[in-house]
């Protein structure tokens, strides 16, 4: 309980009535920040964090060196215990790094003062997984509690709200009590209250995972449009690929608390190279079908039979599925069975299976890079000539 408390309060330090991007940079440079460090710009510096418990220390980041492009999605995904939470709550420093730094803006938070601590997070707000609103005030008192604990006035209160209210899509709904609301509308209300005080960060810590899989999609489309909208850079934590596709231009992927890998995520996505990222992708990936897969053989016994083959494109140099060409290369006959390709930022990646006439010369005229980025034959079936 006095976690959440503590999180809540993360929503309504303090907040003055000029925009915080102008006021966050002030700010900044009076703690140095470099002018040309833009206004929502995050770096991991060799960061560690290691928890003191009673059971002795727990090591739950290792040299975290990572930075976050100004104005970015940016999605931190890994299994439970990876080091998610810790990472993201040392951006707000709800957590202090053992070593290393993060540095907001350019500047180093470990040494901010109170007043400092006060302006950083009103520079960066927090949603959470169970949405932290307060179940005995409305859904305008929700939304005004960061401004009203800053003393902002109060007419200007009632116009930011209204205006992150409209920007949520909860318009009308200023005097209903959370208790009645969707766990949809819920979050949105707490997307609100970490909007009105105008930040500069967004830091979502699983803000879908309490919710189905169509409200997810509304509320992950609401952040994609609140930053092409507000330019703010957005950090999400997520145990879920699905998530990392559909909104992040970056990811970073967390196990044992190191990155096991980083970077744009359709390079992620074309071509995981850590275990733990393939695995993480699995549920994304349907297989072959079983019944298909019970009657393959691994070698091809020189009879009539159906070879399917596995063509599999990483996005890398604009490389993509050319059906005339295949079929150039294969030959009359060639079916397309199976495919997962997906085009993620104008890349295109996957899989695509196809089933063509068996030969001895099938090896050879596959292994052409102009196909593909690889290409392998899964196996032979007999009964399907
Ligand atoms: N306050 C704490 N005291 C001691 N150990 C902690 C504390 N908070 C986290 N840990 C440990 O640190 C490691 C990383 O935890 P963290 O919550 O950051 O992982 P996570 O990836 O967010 O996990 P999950 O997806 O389950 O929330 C885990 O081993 C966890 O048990």
Not at 202 to 217: I, N, V, W, Y
Not at 298 to 325: I, N
Not at 332 to 355: E, Y
Request: proline share 4%.
């Amino acid at each position: 309980m006095s976690a959440v408390l503590f999180d809540a309060a993360a929503n309504v330090m303090p907040v003055v009535g000029a925009d915080a991007r102008s006021a966050g940079a002030s700010e900044a440079s009076s703690t140095g920040k470099p002018a040309a460090v833009a206004a929502g710009s995050i770096r991991f510096q060799a960061v560690e964090k290691i928890y003191v418990s009673s059971v002795g220390p727990v090591k739950a980041l290792t040299d975290i060196t990572i930075d976050v492009p100004a104005g970015s999605i940016f999605g931190i995904i890994g299994r439970s215990g990876a080091g998610k939470s810790s990472m993201l709550r040392t951006i707000n420093r709800l957590e202090r790094p053992t070593s290393g730094q993060v540095l907001v803006d350019g500047a180093d938070i470990s040494t901010f003062n109170e007043d400092q601590l006060v302006a950083l997070r009103r520079r960066v707000g927090m949603i959470f997984q169970h949405f932290n609103l307060l179940s005995a005030k409305t859904v305008f008192a929700n939304v005004a509690l960061p401004l009203v604990v800053a003393g902002v006035p109060k007419q200007e209160v009632k116009e930011r709200v209204a205006e992150v209210l409209k920007l949520v899509g909860l318009g009308g709904k200023e005097n209903t009590y959370p208790s009645r609301l969707s766990g949809g509308q819920k979050q949105r209300v707490g997307i609100a209250r970490a909007l009105v005080s105008r930040p500069e960060i967004l830091l979502c810590d699983e803000a879908t995972s309490a919710l189905d899989p169509e409200t997810t999609l509304s509320i992950l489309s609401l952040l994609k449009d609140i930053n092409r909208r507000l330019g703010l850079t957005i950090v999400l934590i997520t145990h879920e690929m699905s998530v990392i596709r559909e909104i992040c231009d970056h990811v970073l992927v967390l196990e044992a608390g190191r990155i096991a890998e980083t970077g744009r995520v359709w390079e992620v996505f074309g071509n995981p190279r850590h275990e733990a990222t393939r695995s993480l992708l699995k549920p994304l990936d349907r297989g072959l079908p079983e019944d298909l897969a019970g009657r393959l053989d691994s070698q091809w016994s020189g009879k009539p039979a159906t070879a399917l083959v596995e063509f599999t494109y990483t996005g890398v140099g604009g490389l993509q599925p050319d059906l005339g060409r295949l079929f150039a290369v294969l030959g009359d006959g060639t079916n397309i069975i199976q495919s997962n390709l997906d085009r993620i930022q104008g890349h295109v990646s996957g899989r695509l299976i196809v089933a063509t006439a068996a030969r001895s010369d099938l090896h050879h005229l596959i292994a052409n890079p102009d196909l593909a980025h690889a290409a392998r034959i899964i196996g032979y079936d007999a009964t399907d000539v």
